[in-house]
């Protein structure tokens, strides 16, 4: 089973800044990552995909980067709705898993 | 509107039963793998299972395998989770989520939940 580690597991910030979320594989799993954001009491909802494409309707103050084992999730400026939590899953190989995820909270 | 709708969750005790349904509208669900993913009380995503476009492949983490069984109709466009001998460790939010692309991709679509509380 490859295992998700994502850092840090809490990250404060102030509306307009930017942040940084990374997340580790424990293996190689390509460009097969994903991120999703889910706010309290919702459903997760799918920010990017292979690593670095935004899904459909998402900002593009969201990017993604890296491949092999090592992935990053970049807000370039936060605004009021993006304070929640984040998950990165790999669809790589069986069985699928996500990360921890990191909540990122108003500073 | 692409849409997932939850439900069959509720209360059982240990060792009971619930069969999950998700029904979908709005996409070919037919062209598309579909899954079970649950998150515990105030816990992260836990990926439960998959079942391929036409279900001859089916996938299960190993916390519910032999106790879990995932099954799709297409023609009644919706998806199913036969849940037995049901541990409390099962007590989660059950969402279906649909894969993007075909057997693969992420998950670019989900439904709102359905509770599963475990207990005596």
């Known amino acids: 089973e490859i295992v998700m580690t994502q850092s840090p597991a809490t990250l404060s910030v102030s509306p307009g800044e930017r942040a940084t979320l990374s997340c580790r594989a424990s293996q190689s799993v390509s460009t097969n990552l994903a991120w999703y954001q889910q706010k309290s009491g919702q459903a997760p909802r799918l920010l990017i995909y292979g690593a670095s494409t935004r899904a459909t309707g998402i900002p593009a103050r969201f990017s993604g980067s890296g491949s092999g084992t090592e992935f990053t999730l970049t807000i370039s400026s936060l605004q009021s709705e993006d304070f929640a939590v984040y998950y990165c899953?790999?669809?790589?190989?069986?069985?699928?898993?996500f990360g921890g995820g990191t909540k990122v909270e108003i500073k | 509107e692409v849409q997932l709708l939850e439900s069959g969750g509720g209360l059982v005790q240990p060792g009971g039963s619930l069969r999950l349904s998700c029904a979908a509208s709005g996409f070919t669900f037919n062209s598309h793998a579909m899954n079970w993913v649950r998150q515990a009380p105030g816990k992260g995503l836990e990926w439960v299972s998959n079942i391929g476009v036409d279900s001859l492949y089916t996938h299960y983490a190993d916390s519910v395998k032999g106790r879990l069984t995932i099954s799709r109709d297409n023609s009644k466009n919706t998806l199913y989770l036969q849940m037995n001998n049901l541990r409390v460790e099962d007590t989660a939010v059950y969402y279906c989520a649909k894969r993007a692309y075909g057997d693969y991709g992420a998950f670019d679509m989900w439904g709102q939940g359905t509770m599963v509380t475990v207990s005596s």
């Open positions: 899953q790999h669809y790589n190989t069986w069985p699928l898993t």
